[in-house]
């Protein structure tokens, strides 16, 4: 199948790649909605692997990777805190009852961070277009949650979204 042009198989997995965007008790039902109508071979070979590594896996549970009405965190966020933690090592590499030393100092910090973020004095940088983005899906969420739009509607807007760009070329 071809994903790199703009069709159906397109559209299916941008929605397949929305799914954690959506409640987490709507994804096994909008899931196996949207599986219900495969009939190419490889696109079941790709919903199987996705129902039983994502879907029904008792170690990924859908809790755990859903992301619906929660701030969109980016590889940035995580190479920040790790640029951060490795400067109180010098760059060095930690033996590792050190690096559990510097562990338990950030889980230490979690509680004052947790106030500063709530009280607005801890921000983080965000691109324009991902502070766009992250304002578009709130937005969709909460027109979600009133009952203005269908999961469906919701998916899909999600999927424009937050997918893939696709090069103007390769459709």
């Not at 929605?15 to 008790?25: E, G, K, Y």
């Not at 109180?88 to 590499?93: A, L, P, Q, V, Y």
């Amino acid at each position: 199948f071809s994903y790199n042009r703009r069709g159906d198989v397109f559209s299916f997995c941008r929605n397949i790649m929305a799914l954690p965007l959506l409640p987490a008790s709507h994804i096994e039902p909008t899931f196996r909605e949207l599986t219900s109508r495969v009939t190419d071979p490889a696109l079941k070979k790709f919903t199987s692997y996705v129902r039983k590594t994502w879907i029904t896996s008792a170690f990924y549970q859908i809790a755990t990777w859903c992301v619906f009405n929660q701030p969109t965190r980016t590889n940035n966020d995580v190479e920040g805190w790790h640029r951060r933690l490795n400067k109180k090592n010098n760059d060095e590499k930690p033996a590792f009852y050190t690096l559990i030393k510097r562990l338990h100092e950030e889980a230490q910090l979690l509680p004052i961070q947790i106030k500063l973020v709530s009280e607005g004095k801890l921000t983080r940088y965000q691109r324009k277009q991902a502070r766009t983005n992250q304002a578009i899906l709130f937005n969709m969420w909460e027109q979600y949650i009133a009952g203005s739009i269908s999961t469906t509607r919701l998916l899909r807007q999600c999927g424009r979204v937050n997918g893939p760009v696709v090069e103007a070329d390769s459709y």
